[in-house]
């Protein structure tokens, strides 16, 4: 779905994102999506174990690449302290990159939003440790 190269440019904004936040990020890629993406996402937050931070601030992006469909999901520590539409933002940008046929350059903006929205939440903290892995994973 990304070459070798690509997957290493969303590794590395995931891993600048962070820079920002205490907040974790993963991306997770599927071609086809044959439920609700929401739900989906879910059900990968759970597999991928991105529950167990300690601040409960974990966010998936999720996206069926064939299926045109994604979703960002946020841990419970999240959901507790930011507005409902808090992932509108990052969500629109992502989909006007994906309109034009770019994936990578999509989800890099992606991330780097989603970690400028979570610093105002969630901020960088000196003792912060990287708990969740920054590479993608695909379904």
């Not at 940008?93 to 046929?101: D, P, S, T, V």
């Not at 989603?114 to 901020?123: D, R």
């Given at each position: 779905m990304l070459s070798n190269t690509e997957q290493q440019q969303v590794a590395a904004a995931i891993a600048a994102a962070e820079k920002n936040t205490s907040g974790e990020l993963r991306v997770h890629l599927e071609k086809v999506c044959t439920e609700d993406p929401v739900q989906r996402a879910i059900a990968v937050f759970e597999k991928l174990g991105m529950q167990r931070t300690a601040a409960r601030n974990g966010v998936l992006i999720y996206v069926a690449l064939q299926s045109n469909q994604l979703a960002i999901i946020g841990d419970k520590g999240i959901n507790e302290k930011v507005p409902s539409d808090f992932w509108d933002s990052t969500r629109?940008?992502?989909?006007?990159?994906?309109?034009?046929?770019q994936i990578t350059i999509?989800?890099?903006?992606?991330?780097?939003?989603?970690?400028?929205?979570?610093?105002?939440?969630?901020?960088?903290?000196?003792?912060?440790?990287?708990?969740?892995?920054?590479?993608?994973?695909?379904?």
């Open positions: 629109d940008l992502m989909i006007q990159h994906f309109k034009e046929g999509g989800l890099c903006a992606a991330i780097s939003e989603a970690g400028k929205q979570l610093a105002a939440y969630f901020p960088y903290q000196d003792n912060d440790q990287n708990e969740l892995s920054n590479d993608i994973s695909f379904g």
